[in-house]
Structure formats: C-alpha cells, structure tokens
C-alpha cells in the first residue's frame, strides 16, 4: 500500500462542479462520460481463444440535475424545434482537498440524446438525467498522487 493512503484520500463526488458552454451548472447532482470501444473478433490460428481488434470507440455521458429550473428546456427547445440539434462542450471538475489532488476533464462535441420536458411524481424530489453522446475529450488535470 502507497505511503500517506488511507480512506480519507478517495476523492468524493461533493466536490465536483460542471459548466455546459461556459455556463455554471449550480444545480448538478452527478456526471458521467465514458468511453465504449467498438472491438471485432479475432480467431488467430493455433489460438482456442478469441482475440479482439480495437477498432474506434463511442463517447457516451450523463448529466443528472436536481430539478430547480428549466435549463435544458430553455438551452435547447427553440434549435431542436427548427430541427437543429446543437453540441455542447461539457467541463468537469473534481476536487476534494483531501484527496491526492483534483481531476478536470473537457468533453467537446458533445449531442444530447434527448430532452426532458416534464418528469415529476408527488412527494419525490425533481431531478432531470440528460444523457449525451461525444466525440472529443481533454484530460485539463488528473490525479496523480496515491503512488501510482
């Protein structure tokens, strides 16, 4: 085990903040984007075992929001109405002072998949989940303390 680590050194989610276009996301609950590699099958001769090719991959994320305004509603109704579908450019950041240090990713190019007009139940706290495909990332910053 790396010097120093113990399990106030993982890094929380309460840190983090997002920005969509250069606009503060106050109100963001959680967010993820990922990669998702497209792979064929390979069957190499004298192998049992199939091998794989990498052959590109698909950048897949979700924004979730507590439900404290109309934002998206408001971003993209009028494009998507004249049958535009506008990219984004999605900045996350996480921070936590007690962690090895903070991590910021870019994720450009990035197309919602769709848009939610109304989604309440009586007695449940309004939350809104954008999910978005992308095709560009940066990494601005990453964690590289822990002794890995």
Same mark, same amino acid.
């Given at each position: +085990?790396?010097?120093?680590?113990?399990?106030?050194?993982?890094?929380?989610?309460?840190?983090? !903040?997002?920005?969509?276009?250069?606009?503060? @996301?106050?109100?963001?609950?959680?967010? *993820?984007? /990922?990669?998702?590699?497209?792979?064929?099958?390979? *069957?190499?001769?004298?192998? +049992?075992?199939?091998?794989?090719?990498?052959?590109?991959? /698909?950048?897949?994320?979700?924004?979730?929001?507590?439900?404290?305004?109309?934002? +998206?509603? /408001?971003?993209?109704?009028?494009?998507? *109405?004249?049958?535009?579908?506008?990219?984004?450019?999605?900045? =996350?950041?996480?921070?936590?002072?007690?962690?090895?240090?903070?991590?910021?990713?870019? @994720? =450009?190019?990035?197309?919602?998949?769709?848009?939610?007009?109304?989604?309440?139940?009586?007695?449940?706290?309004?939350?809104? !989940?954008?999910?978005?495909?992308?095709?560009?990332?940066?990494?601005?910053?990453?964690?590289?303390?822990?002794?890995?």
């Amino acid at each position: +085990m790396p010097a120093g680590f113990n399990g106030e050194r993982i890094i929380s989610g309460t840190g983090g !903040e997002l920005w969509i276009d250069g606009d503060y @996301v106050a109100e963001v609950k959680g967010f *993820q984007a /990922k990669l998702e590699f497209n792979k064929e099958d390979v *069957q190499l001769a004298g192998n +049992m075992g199939v091998d794989s090719k990498f052959m590109g991959y /698909k950048g897949n994320g979700s924004v979730r929001l507590h439900k404290v305004n109309s934002r +998206m509603i /408001k971003k993209y109704s009028a494009a998507i *109405q004249k049958g535009i579908l506008p990219r984004a450019t999605i900045l =996350s950041s996480l921070n936590d002072p007690a962690a090895f240090g903070a991590e910021r990713v870019t @994720v =450009s190019d990035a197309s919602f998949n769709d848009l939610t007009l109304a989604d309440w139940e009586a007695g449940v706290k309004g939350e809104t !989940e954008a999910p978005f495909t992308f095709t560009k990332w940066e990494t601005n910053d990453l964690i590289t303390g822990g002794g890995i």
